[in-house]
T-cell receptor
Framework: RKEVEQDPGPFNVPEGATVAFNCTYS??????FFWYRQDCRKEPKLLMS???SGNEDGRFTAQLNRASQYISLLIRDSKLSDSATYLC?????????????FGSGTRLQVQP | NAGVTQTPKFQVLKTGQSMTLQCAQD?????MYWYRQDPGMGLRLIYY???????DKGEVPNGYNVSRLNKREFSLRLESAAPSQTSVYFC??????????????FGPGTRLTVL
């Protein structure tokens, strides 16, 4: 089982739609969580951190459920520019061997 | 402030050739990382350096070596390239490895093809 699992998609949605992605992680000792965005042939960039109480940044809302070990990202009022791959990222500070574990990503295509 | 820079952007090697991928950051970050990204596999950690003078293996270190030359620079070397090392390589840096909240910043990547 992968440490961080995501539905690869693609999610094809019309402009203005609301879309949600989920991600599950296997290590209950994981301490912090992030969503990254990666455009085609570009480097990953931090979209937002995910806090236990849930947090919002404009049209983006992230939620964390520690009991069920899943993280979600909700995008409201989708724009064409939201088309990208969204990476779920988990930070597990152990003896130091690895800090961030990346999911394989969920691809979003917003259509006019 | 350039952030994280990587050279070269593209490289084609023949099996058995060697090369070094260069990475530098100007954010005064302590920790630096090398990842590879393959289709459907996500980013996998090759090596990391928690601080200047230290390096440690990640998830997929075989066939690679690294050098943390100073606080700014972290290089990745392929001694004898193999087709299985065809991938996109990303360097990243982070202010403090043990911080709960801070995250990693990535360079633009190196696209490597081994024939």
């Amino acid at each position: 089982r992968k440490e961080v699992e995501q539905d690869p998609g693609p999610f094809n949605v019309p402009e203005g739609a609301t879309v949600a992605f989920n991600c599950t992680y296997s290590n209950s000792a994981s301490q912090s969580f992030f969503w990254y965005r990666q455009d085609c042939r570009k480097e990953p960039k931090l979209l937002m951190s995910v806090y236990s109480s849930g947090n919002e940044d404009g049209r983006f809302t992230a939620q964390l459920n520690r009991a069920s070990q899943y993280i979600s990202l909700l995008i409201r009022d989708s724009k064409l520019s939201d088309s990208a791959t969204y990476l779920c990222v988990v930070n597990t500070e152990d003896t130091g061997r690895r800090a961030l574990t990346f999911g394989s990503g969920t691809r979003l295509q917003v259509q006019p | 402030n350039a952030g994280v820079t990587q050279t070269p952007k593209f490289q084609v090697l023949k099996t058995g050739q060697s090369m070094t991928l260069q990475c530098a950051q100007d954010m005064n970050h302590n920790s630096m990382y090398w990842y590879r990204q393959d289709p459907g596999m996500g980013l996998r950690l090759i090596y990391y350096s928690a601080s200047e003078g230290t390096t440690d293996k990640g998830e997929v270190p075989n066939g690679y070596n690294v050098s943390r030359l100073n606080k700014r620079e972290f290089s990745l070397r392929l001694e004898s390239a193999a087709p299985s090392q065809t991938s996109v390589y990303f360097c990243a840096s982070r202010l403090r490895r043990t911080s709960r909240a801070d995250t990693q910043y990535f360079g633009p990547g190196t696209r490597l093809t081994v024939l």
